[in-house]
């Protein structure tokens, strides 16, 4: 297996290729092979970016279908055929059967930008600076969304430039389950001497993915956003890899039964893997001026096209939705059991999650890191997050097959097992 070129030639920044060294040629649903000719199961989906998994026929046919007929593929944010199917089929299979009315700004391809669009909207909106975020956050790594992104890590790469324009909060447990969180937010809007600048917006994900599979209980996001209106501040729920189904519903948001101001969804919204991002915000709040945030790929049709295949193929009534919640309650169930093994046997662990967002959380990144290096030797792609990566995290594809699925749980009992000498 030749891998000196691209140790020699790419950045010292890689990662994956570090945790998983071997070279892949083909992909399929949940499977990677590499060019030696071995299968992997995949429950890492392109950190989610691959919900409906490695090449999907029916999504990859629209595509072909498309470049077969010389579709436009790059317009700017021109008027094209593909941007109106997109549109349409947006709004009719899944913003008005949830009753939301949103429109749609097409930002550039990726997540960072989506959410660069959506603070600087509410600073526009509201004419305030400040941006409520919570502890553990991950919303990307451009500057603007550096500053609401909590991981340590990430802020001190910025060569000494301080990241503005955000105030930390602790987010849902963080405190103990014991503490609701928002009392301290709610007691710092309410004290002119807090310290807090009266935020334009709050942004903030249902399950903190890069965190560690953190989840906000459906209370406490419902009192959020009653504390945002009742102090004229924009919410903003950060779905970039919560969306699309991860949790078992298109929004993440959808169980706490809430509507938020603005939205922003990339990763997995393409439907293939294909570079796409937007932002949708309610009418009144499309404040922009002509070209006042723009970008070069905020025409990418070709991810429109693949798009408007996926919710076709998976969003016209809720039989995907449920599936992936039954597949979430099998996850749930052998991560549970896994969690309480390793508690017998002296190492405290718990189970959390969201439908196929979910994780174990071993406490110990050293422990976790050899768990899912195990785990690769037998055959399973997984990664974790948190902190100090003290979570293994699965982000099957939503497309796996039983078989897969189990298969894939199978060796990551294996492994925990092996790790811990059993």
């Not at 603070?119 to 790594?141: C, D, E, P, Q």
């Not at 550096?146 to 503005?164: D, S, V, Y």
């Not at 189970?351 to 055959?379: C, N, P, Q, S, Y």
Request: hydrophobic letters at 35%.
């Amino acid at each position: 297996m030749q891998t000196q070129s691209m140790e020699r030639m790419e950045s010292n920044v890689r990662t994956y290729s570090r945790s998983f060294p071997v070279v892949f040629t083909k992909a399929k649903n949940a499977r990677l092979t590499d060019e030696d000719g071995r299968e992997y199961i995949d429950f890492l989906a392109g950190a989610g970016t691959l919900n409906y998994g490695h090449n999907n026929d029916h999504i990859k046919q629209a595509m072909i279908d498309y470049l077969a007929t010389d579709g436009v593929i790059h317009g700017l944010d021109m008027w094209t055929a593909a941007k109106r199917d997109y549109l349409e089929t947006l709004e009719e299979l899944i913003l008005k059967p949830r009753g939301l009315d949103y429109k749609v700004h097409l930002p550039g391809p990726t997540g960072t930008n989506a959410v660069e669009a959506a603070i600087r909207l509410a600073r526009v909106v509201k004419g305030r600076h400040n941006i409520v975020t919570f502890t553990n956050g991950f919303h990307g790594v451009t500057m603007g969304a550096l500053a609401t992104t909590g991981n340590r890590k990430f802020r001190e790469a910025t060569g000494g430039i301080p990241t503005q324009g955000a105030s930390f909060l602790p987010y849902d447990g963080y405190l103990g389950e014991s503490t609701d969180t928002l009392d301290y937010f709610e007691k710092l809007l309410g004290d002119k001497s807090g310290g807090l600048d009266v935020p334009a917006g709050v942004i903030v994900e249902t399950v903190q993915g890069e965190g560690g599979i953190n989840v906000a209980g459906l209370e406490w996001l419902r009192r959020l956003e009653k504390i945002c209106h009742a102090n004229d501040i924009l919410l903003i729920v950060d779905d970039i890899q919560t969306g699309c189904g991860r949790t078992g519903k298109f929004f993440s948001f959808e169980h706490a039964d809430i509507k938020p101001d603005i939205v922003t969804n990339s990763k997995s919204l393409s439907g293939l893997g294909l570079p796409f991002a937007h932002v949708l915000m309610r009418p009144e709040l499309d404040k922009w001026k002509p070209g006042q945030y723009n970008g070069t790929f905020r025409g990418f049709n070709l991810a429109m096209v693949t798009a408007t295949a996926a919710m076709r193929k998976y969003w016209s009534n809720d039989t995907f939705e449920r599936d992936v919640q039954r597949k979430g309650r099998i996850v749930e169930e052998r991560f549970q059991k896994l969690a309480a093994l390793l508690s017998e046997n002296g190492m405290p662990a718990t189970e959390r999650g969201r439908g196929l967002m979910r994780g174990i959380d071993v406490v110990d990144g050293d422990l976790a890191d050899k768990i899912t290096a195990k785990a690769f030797e037998h055959g399973l792609i997984i990664e974790t997050s948190g902190q100090a990566g003290e979570v293994v995290k699965c982000l099957c594809p939503l497309t796996i097959t039983d078989e897969d699925l189990l298969e894939g749980l199978d060796i990551l009992e294996a492994s925990v097992k092996t790790v811990i000498g059993q």
